[in-house]
């Protein structure tokens, strides 16, 4: 659906609306192609083309909320909207009235389109699989648009339209042994590509000799982007919402109180302005062009969403009390120059099945599993045999953190539960002087 085509489906029910009522109408909707492969050939490909519509009506201080999907036929489309409108009418009536309930009242509009150099299914899995010839590849290629947009009967008019790619894969040795990686954006490049295919085939090769085996303790390691993002989507849980932080249940509770503070090396942004999150709220208000959530190593600011603000009476900074466009500030570290600086320790590519093991402390546990190597004199020289950390954050990017890289990767999410995720992360690589496994 185009913007024009959405504005006017709520002018016609706007049209219907009573004096006392108010409307705010949001759509979600997605033009995708998927590719799923397995051993490095086709299995599965396809494409979506879907919307939804979503409503809330709001009268007297109570609200109710309904969606229906969306076909593209104007007049099916506004019968369908029409009745739902009709349904919630009938359940205004008998819900109580929310004491949270915000919504800005300040007339606004945007459009906003983030476009991208996207090549077609068919040039970006043949390179894929050109590349990867002789290698058991198993993945998913996601690519196109993404759109949201919001109106009420108060004057609201926004739209964000985003394009983009994600190509996540793993390339297989034997049972479970495997090396992963991804490549996503907005400028389709081959070479970069071709370089992190070559990159798994090099790992590939150690992969295949014997693995390594320690005994539990603390050591040296180097977290790349991807394991490092794993560490700060598990934060992302209670970590920097304002609730939580009101509540004190955050994991970050002696972060914020001032009682100790990260690694001054550690800045930690949400921005909006940069990522594939629209820049408005569901109830209409605009986001600021980011939020410093960790600024060398204290505490800034939480992310307040709209029934937070309310209850906290502070000013609305997000649509969820969650990062949607997280960004760690880059570091002088050469990504060339990490395991050199490493020299002997462990080189981590992903990690897997993180939680909490301590949330008072900031302590997670999780799995070595994929892509972990055991590294001397900054060469990696043995896969490493599966391993569970259990550690402080506090440590991990507090007094242990050594470095980060100047050289970031973008992250976009490959959830696709409810739509295509416009979730994304910014993240360099990470020097630890230790890292603690326990098993």
Known sequence: ????????????????????????AGLGGERSEFVRLNQNRVRQAGSVNAADLGLTLIRHGHQVEGSCPLGGDNEVDLARAQVLLRRLRERIAHVPEDPYLQYSTEPASSERCIDADLPS?????????????????????????????LASSLGHRHWHESRSFNLDWSC????????????????????VLAHKVNQQRAELSVL?????????????????????AELMDLLAWGGFGLRDHRTQQTPLLRLATGETQLSPLLTVIE?????????????????????????????????ADARSAKEYDTVVNA???????????????????????????????????????????CRMTGMTRFG???????????????????????????????GLTRERELLLSAETYDGRSTDSALMPGALVSGVDLTL
Request: contains cysteine; negative net charge; hydrophobic residues 40%.
């Open 1 to 24: 659906m185009r913007p024009e085509a959405f504005f006017q489906l709520f002018e016609a029910l706007q049209a219907g609306l009573g004096g006392e009522e108010i409307l705010f």
């Open 121 to 149: 299914s068919e040039e970006a899995i043949g390179t894929l699989t050109d590349l990867a010839d002789g290698l058991d590849l198993v993945g998913i290629w996601a690519a196109g648009g993404v759109m949201e947009g």
């Open 172 to 191: 297989y040795l034997d049972r479970d042994k495997a090396v992963k990686a991804s490549y996503s954006g907005f400028d389709w490049q081959p070479d």
């Open 208 to 228: 295949g000799h014997p693995e390594r085996r320690i005994e539990p303790g603390r050591y040296r390691a180097y977290l790349a982007p991807a394991a490092l």
């Open 271 to 303: 921005e909006h302005r940069r990522g594939l999150a629209p820049a408005f709220t569901g109830e209409g208000f605009v986001k600021p062009d980011q939020v410093s959530l960790i600024e060398e190593g204290w505490y800034q600011d939480c992310l």
């Open 319 to 361: 649509a969820a009390e969650y990062p949607e466009s997280l960004a760690i500030a880059p570091g002088d570290l050469a990504t060339a120059d990490a395991l050199r600086q490493l020299d002997t320790g462990i080189l981590i590519g992903n990690l897997w099945y993180c939680n909490w093991s301590d949330r008072n402390a």
């Open 372 to 402: 972990t190597f055991w590294v001397e004199h900054g060469e990696p020289v043995a896969p490493l045999a599966v391993m569970r950390f259990d550690d402080s954050l506090y440590h991990l990017l507090g007094d242990r953190l050594e």
